[in-house]
């Protein structure tokens, strides 16, 4: 039997509810939509991620691209990162990610920057001499469609950012992690669907 949209949308799942893993927002929810424009990072991995990276972020300005709900970004900031700048090139979007910040009380920590990322980055963007911590989420259809300006994105990152930055990307099976600049010293690892693939700019690094 047919169905008309209503009765399919109350069928659908709802979306999972959205929250801070960890730091001082630890449990707090974030606004979510379920917008399929929208893919939030899976709880375990941005919590794998984090792990991963440390108290180091206590020291590290986080950078989050197709930053979405802003959970990436507003994540480091829970941690202890002393500021963040999103960057998220669907308006709607980015206004639920000032919604967000606005929710959790951390306006003066945050900037959000309507832009696509590969646009964005070719500005100069102003940006803290202090380490990075680049976040980079995108649609996964990315690293097959626009994979040159993937790789330019994240090389760019690899090139520019201060030493003792660190850069996360996320990708799916598709992904093949041997592009990327500087490959031998990334750490990948799996979390299914996610390959999650980390990087640490230490003094020495040649790039």
């Not at 399929?36 to 919590?47: A, D, F, G, Q």
């Not at 790789?151 to 992904?175: C, M, T, W």
């Amino acid at each position: 039997m047919a169905r008309n949209k209503k009765q399919l949308s109350e069928m659908a799942p709802a979306p999972m509810p959205l929250r801070i893993v960890g730091g001082r927002f630890r449990g707090h929810k974030l606004i979510y939509h379920g917008d399929p424009i929208t893919r939030p990072m899976k709880h375990r991995v941005r919590e794998a991620i984090f792990n991963l990276i440390g108290p180091g972020v206590k020291e590290m300005h986080a950078i989050d691209l197709f930053a979405g709900t802003g959970a990436l970004g507003l994540e480091a900031i829970s941690r202890g990162a002393p500021g963040a700048t999103f960057v998220e090139r669907h308006f709607p979007t980015a206004d639920v990610i000032e919604k967000n910040i606005e929710h959790l009380g951390v306006t003066q920590e945050c900037t959000v920057t309507r832009a696509n990322a590969f646009v964005w980055i070719r500005t100069n963007p102003d940006l803290p001499t202090t380490p990075w911590l680049v976040l980079c989420s995108p649609p996964y259809d990315f690293y097959v469609d626009q994979s040159e300006q993937m790789l330019g994105l994240i090389s760019h990152f690899v090139q520019q950012s201060p030493e003792g930055s660190s850069i996360a990307v996320e990708a799916d099976d598709r992904f093949v992690p041997n592009q990327l600049p500087d490959a031998p010293n990334w750490d990948v690892r799996h979390y299914p669907p996610a390959t999650i693939a980390m990087y640490r700019k230490m003094a020495s690094t040649e790039c």
